[in-house]
């Protein structure tokens, strides 16, 4: 039962840590397509086009946009 224990507590730890680089990549490819948005935006693209090639509301747009000033 004990070599049960410890198989389990390994296997969570090892799911917690690609949880945690899943993560990771998730925050760093987000902040990269906030960066595209801005650049989009400044460059006269609208919301509403740039929302609908990121895949984002325009709302969300507007927000990304809205954050960086």
Request: glycine content about 4%.
């Amino acid at each position: 039962m004990a070599r049960d224990d410890q198989a389990l507590r390994n296997r969570l730890a090892e799911l917690r840590a690609e949880m945690d680089r899943l993560d990771s990549g998730r925050d760093r490819v987000r902040a990269e397509r906030d960066k595209a948005i801005r650049k989009a935006a400044k460059a006269g693209m609208t919301s509403r086009e740039i929302a609908r090639i990121s895949g984002v509301s325009h709302q969300r747009v507007h927000q990304i946009v809205s954050d960086s000033r």
